[in-house]
Every structure is written in structure tokens, then in C-alpha cells.
């Protein structure tokens, strides 16, 4: 079993769904900026196909592609040859772990008995939904009153859906760039600022025009930053790296055995 990093104590993993990689530099999202620049990150890591959000989840959090866990879209069924997640294994290490979400398709990610909290947000579906910010709300009051958590998992829905009714990349989608950079902020403000937490910033996929789920490079390609806030900066470019590689690397921050299925690689943190 590898030996837990000194200094990486808990993990928080926040995905903005259907960020591309270039929205934040057109985007007010000074937040994200400076977990890029000071983290170990890359705008250039691929996500699986179909680029389509439960496949990609499920691969970033089971460690496998869609071939091997067989979820092509937004329907879940059980694997024929099952895998442990990343918060199964997280949870069985004997850590905390925690789901904040506003997409009920996101509740397998973890079996039921693998989580101490799970909190899945009414989403409205509406130009107005807020659901997000009550999401990393709840988020925020727990990473502040739960010392030494294990892994928390934090989920910003309206990119995504702002991008299929406006397009990505238009005005409406980087004014919720925006606002999901202003969650982001107050739930990393709430973190220790010791080093001791790893934050890792990512996508489940990108998008264009008004759609996503092809190999198209708008839509395959995601930010990845790992960030400790009060750490040193690392300013350290991770290169091309895969969303096969999230699992491992956080297993390997948190020293918890990963499980020989995984396919991915532990990045640099």
C-alpha cells in the first residue's frame, strides 16, 4: 500500500460540468485562474467518449473508459463486472467522504454505504436556477466544520446547461463561467490554509455550438488543475493527461490502494 503524502490530509474534487479549457481565460473567473497557475495543471487533459456526462463521470470516478464500464449515456445501469469508485475505496480506507450535487444521475457515482453525506439539490431547470450555489453552499459549511475529511465532491451543473441553450462559449455560458468561479471561491476561502488540503479542478467535458458528445477536440478536451491552498506554488505544466487519471491521483494523495482495474496514472501533485 503506498505511503500517505505527509502533507495531503483531505481532497476536495470539483467539476464544473462542460467547462472548456479556453472559457476561463474569457470568463471572470479569477478563482479558477489562480488554482491553474499555482497548481499542477494542464488545459490540454482528454476526456473519454462519448463525451457525454454520466460516461465521463463514471469513468472519472471508477477509473475505467466507457468499454469497460459500458455507461454510453445518461442512463445508469450496473456494470456486468463491477468496479469500486473512487469514493467506495476512499470510504473503505476509513476517511469521510461526501457528494454535493444537483443531478440525480450523479447518485451512483458511490455505493449508498460508501457515503457519510450526500446531498443532492432540487435543479429547476430554469435562465434563474441557483441550485448550484446552494449546492457549493452545503459544500462549503461542511469542508469548514469537518477537519481532516477524506474526499469531497463538489458538482456545478448550470455550465453545461447554459451551453445547450445559449452555446458555448456565448455570453450567457461565460456569465456562468463567472458564477461558478464565484461558488468555487467561497468554498476554497472555507478550506485550511496549511497545504494540508489538495483541491482538484476539472471537467467532465466541453462543448460547441449548442451540443457536445463527439471526438471533436471542443469537446474532448478539459481543464485538470491540482492545487493546495497555503501550499507552495507549483506552476508545473502536467502536459496531455486523461480524466482516467483523476481516480489514482487522488487515491495516491490520500495513500489509499488503488484498485487493479483502474486504468489511469498517478499525475504530479
Given at each position: 500500500?503506498?505511503?500517505?503524502?505527509?502533507?495531503?490530509?483531505?481532497?476536495?474534487?470539483?467539476?464544473?460540468?462542460?467547462?472548456?479549457?479556453?472559457?476561463?481565460?474569457?470568463?471572470?473567473?479569477?478563482?479558477?485562474?489562480?488554482?491553474?497557475?499555482?497548481?499542477?495543471?494542464?488545459?490540454?487533459?482528454?476526456?473519454?467518449?462519448?463525451?457525454?456526462?454520466?460516461?465521463?463521470?463514471?469513468?472519472?470516478?471508477?477509473?475505467?473508459?466507457?468499454?469497460?464500464?459500458?455507461?454510453?449515456?445518461?442512463?445508469?445501469?450496473?456494470?456486468?463486472?463491477?468496479?469500486?469508485?473512487?469514493?467506495?475505496?476512499?470510504?473503505?480506507?476509513?476517511?469521510?467522504?461526501?457528494?454535493?450535487?444537483?443531478?440525480?444521475?450523479?447518485?451512483?457515482?458511490?455505493?449508498?454505504?460508501?457515503?457519510?453525506?450526500?446531498?443532492?439539490?432540487?435543479?429547476?431547470?430554469?435562465?434563474?436556477?441557483?441550485?448550484?450555489?446552494?449546492?457549493?453552499?452545503?459544500?462549503?459549511?461542511?469542508?469548514?466544520?469537518?477537519?481532516?475529511?477524506?474526499?469531497?465532491?463538489?458538482?456545478?451543473?448550470?455550465?453545461?446547461?447554459?451551453?445547450?441553450?445559449?452555446?458555448?462559449?456565448?455570453?450567457?455560458?461565460?456569465?456562468?463561467?463567472?458564477?461558478?468561479?464565484?461558488?468555487?471561491?467561497?468554498?476554497?476561502?472555507?478550506?485550511?490554509?496549511?497545504?494540508?488540503?489538495?483541491?482538484?479542478?476539472?471537467?467532465?467535458?466541453?462543448?460547441?455550438?449548442?451540443?457536445?458528445?463527439?471526438?471533436?477536440?471542443?469537446?474532448?478536451?478539459?481543464?485538470?488543475?491540482?492545487?493546495?491552498?497555503?501550499?507552495?506554488?507549483?506552476?508545473?505544466?502536467?502536459?496531455?493527461?486523461?480524466?482516467?487519471?483523476?481516480?489514482?491521483?487522488?487515491?495516491?494523495?490520500?495513500?489509499?490502494?488503488?484498485?487493479?482495474?483502474w486504468e489511469g496514472r498517478v499525475l504530479d501533485f
Amino acid at each position: 500500500m503506498p505511503s500517505p503524502s505527509p502533507s495531503v490530509r483531505s481532497v476536495l474534487l470539483i467539476v464544473v460540468d462542460g467547462l472548456r479549457p479556453d472559457a476561463l481565460s474569457a470568463a471572470a473567473a479569477p478563482t479558477m485562474r489562480r488554482i491553474v497557475r499555482e497548481g499542477s495543471s494542464t488545459l490540454r487533459s482528454r476526456t473519454v467518449m462519448p463525451s457525454v456526462t454520466l460516461p465521463c463521470h463514471t469513468s472519472m470516478f471508477y477509473g475505467v473508459s466507457p468499454e469497460r464500464h459500458g455507461i454510453t449515456d445518461n442512463r445508469w445501469h450496473p456494470m456486468a463486472r463491477p468496479v469500486p469508485s473512487l469514493l467506495d475505496v476512499v470510504y473503505r480506507a476509513g476517511r469521510k467522504t461526501a457528494m454535493f450535487y444537483n443531478w440525480g444521475e450523479l447518485r451512483d457515482l458511490a455505493a449508498p454505504s460508501s457515503l457519510d453525506v450526500a446531498h443532492l439539490v432540487a435543479y429547476e431547470r430554469t435562465e434563474g436556477d441557483e441550485s448550484d450555489q446552494r449546492t457549493f453552499a452545503l459544500a462549503t459549511d461542511w469542508v469548514r466544520d469537518t477537519p481532516d475529511f477524506g474526499l469531497a465532491f463538489a458538482y456545478y451543473g448550470m455550465v453545461d446547461m447554459t451551453g445547450h441553450a445559449h452555446g458555448w462559449m456565448s455570453e450567457p455560458y461565460l456569465s456562468r463561467v463567472a458564477d461558478a468561479d464565484r461558488a468555487i471561491t467561497r468554498v476554497v476561502d472555507a478550506l485550511p490554509r496549511d497545504g494540508s488540503c489538495l483541491v482538484v479542478l476539472t471537467s467532465d467535458h466541453g462543448g460547441h455550438d449548442k451540443t457536445h458528445g463527439t471526438d471533436a477536440d471542443e469537446d474532448m478536451t478539459v481543464p485538470l488543475a491540482l492545487w493546495r491552498p497555503g501550499g507552495a506554488a507549483r506552476s508545473h505544466d502536467l502536459g496531455v493527461t486523461s480524466i482516467l487519471d483523476i481516480a489514482p491521483t487522488i487515491a495516491a494523495a490520500l495513500g489509499v490502494e488503488r484498485p487493479r482495474e483502474w486504468e489511469g496514472r498517478v499525475l504530479d501533485f
